[in-house]
């Protein structure tokens, strides 16, 4: 047994099919200076060809899988159509000599090599986009058909060194059980589609596994814990069919309770909400009840497109939320961009570390006219209802009174015009840095609620990049420093009488649930797929016992004693479900 990153969730046991890596044939003889404008012919062809073929996946993956998920698409477009990456073609042709095909191929390894040397994760996802591209547009250039997948129609497990959306999309869910890469990580885009499809898969195994997987071996594969087993014996196989089969059970029992209230068994109502990226998924959100939106991600609007959106385009989409909800809340946070989320059309400065760099809020309070308009927008929203603002990676009073300006001044301008908007609108911010927590009691003095973004907390707390397969055993959302942290949070807001809720991966953790309740924190802001099963803790546990468990844990010295008093805590409460 070996231990990956764990990509998806669920079970998947079966065969192997194991995906061969790109391997080319390419001529290397030198052309002359006659047969440029021919290469030049051929590369644009190449070029239109693989932008079709592009096109149509994407609308085919637009009806399977949404489409937020089908914009990994847009940034292979991107690629074909950037002029660095093709001038680079180009300049091989001219200076070389050389056929279009050589030419695409040492482009390509030449930013995928730059790239695969920054110590920045989402960087060196990018270089597989690359990669996809490049060996799309070698396929059209040198006619090499498609890898030929397994025709009996059995599920298999797909193996592959690293795997490309591009593959991925001539995949029929129906037919993989799961999936195993040796590279890649939880950002990588190959991740985010196996979760849209719901197929198990388990990532980053190189030079974890000693053996080489062949096409046949018989794999168990666990998308929850991150295992991989390879030809196992029977005893395990069984073990793994019997928890398959539970988790199958389970899923389809949890349908019961998306009704039912929220309450812990000794009355306590908690919240759930949901997070969303776009207004296309608040059908999600009324579909399992929620009890509103705990987390629109704005920057989603501003992707796929070539320029800033409007005041009005931003009114459209927010209204649209708004509507559906009726009188949920919403909370809607303004762009966080920078770090792993990139605009096409904003040049970013050149940053070593551009996590700690210029993002979030540093850059809305340097781009005042970018962020006077998404006010404006949220603000006219908030006339139709029950609208919140929540300002990103604020880390000082300082920038929460500067952003709490801009809001003034975009009020202002909306009054003049005449329009109309909930001039006591709520404002909010997300705790995600160390430094917000150390301050968390001024900075409660500032607003009306604090959201915990857990995902950057504890990888700032515990200098863990979380994106990062070789330290992802230090990422450990039970560290002492981690439940420290919350409790502080918590305390400031309750002394300063303000809402506190959690928005990030650890508030769709169902066994976190007792530790946020025992916290004193009764809102939770996950995503849709998380919600029964949280929703389900909620309904299994005492508060009161939840509280004496944080006691306990604030005695602990170690992650693991941590986790085995959340342990005993859940398998306790699981005696306690009788829906």
């Given at each position: 047994m070996v231990k990956g990153i764990a990509a998806s969730s669920g079970i998947a046991i079966g065969r192997a099919f194991v995906l061969p890596s790109w391997n080319w044939d390419l001529n290397e003889e030198n052309i002359s200076v006659n047969d440029f404008a021919k290469e030049f012919?051929?590369?644009?062809?190449?070029?239109?060809?693989?932008?079709?073929?592009?096109?149509?996946?994407?609308?085919?993956?637009?009806?399977?899988?949404?489409?937020?998920?089908?914009?990994?698409?847009?940034?292979?477009?991107?690629?074909?159509?950037?002029?660095?990456?093709?001038?680079?073609?180009?300049?091989?042709?001219?200076?070389?000599?050389?056929?279009?095909?050589?030419?695409?191929?040492?482009?390509?390894?030449?930013?995928?090599?730059?790239?695969?040397?920054?110590?920045?994760?989402?960087?060196?996802?990018?270089?597989?986009?690359?990669?996809?591209?490049?060996?799309?547009?070698?396929?059209?250039?040198?006619?090499?058909?498609?890898?030929?997948?397994?025709?009996?129609?059995?599920?298999?497990?797909?193996?592959?060194?690293?795997?490309s959306p591009s593959q991925l999309a001539h995949l029929n869910p129906s037919h993989v059980e799961g999936i195993l890469t040796m590279a890649g990580g939880k950002t990588s885009h190959s991740a985010i589609m196996a979760r849209a499809l719901g197929i198990p898969s388990v990532l980053g195994?190189?030079?974890?596994?000693?053996?080489?997987?062949?096409?046949?071996?018989?794999?168990?594969?666990?998308?929850?814990?991150?295992?991989?087993?390879?030809?196992?014996?029977?005893?395990?196989?069984?073990?793994?069919?019997?928890?398959?089969?539970?988790?199958?059970?389970?899923?389809?029992?949890?349908?019961?309770?998306?009704?039912?209230?929220?309450?812990t068994m000794d009355g306590k109502e908690i919240q759930l909400?949901?997070?969303?990226?776009?207004?296309?998924?608040?059908?999600?959100?009324?579909?399992?009840?929620?009890?509103?939106?705990?987390?629109?991600?704005?920057?989603?609007?501003?992707?796929?497109?070539?320029?800033?959106?409007?005041?009005?385009?931003?009114?459209?989409?927010?209204?649209?939320?708004?509507?559906?909800?009726?009188?949920?809340?919403?909370?809607?946070?303004?762009?966080?961009?920078?770090?792993?989320?990139?605009?096409?059309?904003?040049?970013?400065?050149?940053?070593?570390?551009?996590?700690?760099?210029?993002?979030?809020?540093?850059?809305?309070?340097?781009?005042?006219?970018?962020?006077?308009?998404?006010?404006?927008?949220?603000l006219r929203a908030s006339a139709m209802g029950n609208v919140k603002i929540m300002y990103p990676m604020i880390s000082s009073v300082e920038e929460i009174r500067k952003a709490n300006s801009i809001l003034e001044q975009a009020k202002e301008e909306l009054l003049e015009k005449g329009y109309d908007f909930n001039p006591n609108i709520e404002i909010g911010i997300m705790i995600e840095v160390p430094g917000a927590v150390a301050i968390a009691d001024l900075l409660a003095q500032e607003v009306d609620f604090f959201s915990i973004g857990t995902n950057d907390l504890i990888q700032y707390v515990l200098a863990v990049d979380r994106m990062n397969e070789h330290i992802a055993d230090f990422y450990e959302p039970f560290h002492p420093a981690v439940i420290r942290m919350l409790k502080q949070t918590v305390d400031a807001a309750k002394a300063n009488n303000i809402d506190i809720s959690v928005c990030g991966e650890m508030a769709g953790d169902f066994n976190a649930t007792p530790i946020f309740i025992g916290l004193g924190v009764h809102k939770l802001s996950m995503s849709s797929q998380s919600i029964l099963q949280v929703k389900e803790r909620v309904l299994s546990i005492y508060e009161t016992e939840c509280k004496q468990m944080i006691d306990d844990i604030l005695l602990c010295k170690t992650s693991e004693e941590i986790t085995e008093l959340v342990k005993r805590m859940n398998d306790k409460t699981n005696s306690n479900v009788s829906y």
């Open positions: 012919e051929r590369l644009y062809e190449g070029i239109q060809i693989s932008k079709h073929e592009i096109s149509n996946i994407k609308k085919e993956f637009n009806e399977v899988i949404g489409s937020e998920e089908s914009k990994i698409f847009d940034v292979h477009l991107a690629i074909l159509d950037d002029p660095v990456f093709m001038d680079e073609i180009q300049g091989i042709i001219k200076r070389q000599y050389k056929v279009a095909e050589v030419a695409v191929k040492e482009a390509m390894d030449h930013f995928t090599n730059m790239f695969d040397l920054l110590d920045d994760e989402y960087m060196r996802e990018r270089a597989l986009d690359i990669k996809d591209v490049g060996n799309r547009l070698l396929k059209h250039l040198l006619g090499t058909p498609e890898v030929t997948l397994p025709q009996d129609n059995q599920p298999f497990i797909l193996v592959a060194k690293e795997l195994l190189e030079g974890k596994i000693e053996t080489t997987i062949e096409t046949g071996d018989f794999i168990v594969l666990d998308g929850d814990e991150g295992s991989v087993y390879v030809n196992p014996n029977e005893e395990i196989v069984q073990a793994y069919n019997l928890k398959k089969q539970t988790w199958l059970e389970k899923q389809k029992s949890l349908q019961k309770i998306i009704n039912v209230p929220a309450t909400d949901i997070n969303i990226n776009s207004q296309n998924d608040v059908d999600f959100a009324l579909s399992y009840d929620s009890s509103g939106v705990g987390l629109f991600r704005s920057e989603y609007l501003y992707m796929d497109r070539d320029q800033f959106p409007s005041e009005e385009e931003q009114l459209k989409a927010y209204k649209n939320v708004v509507k559906k909800l009726g009188s949920k809340p919403i909370i809607i946070r303004t762009l966080d961009i920078g770090g792993d989320k990139q605009l096409d059309y904003v040049t970013f400065p050149e940053e070593d570390n551009p996590f700690l760099g210029y993002r979030a809020i540093r850059f809305l309070l340097d781009q005042k006219d970018i962020f006077k308009t998404q006010l404006k927008a949220i």
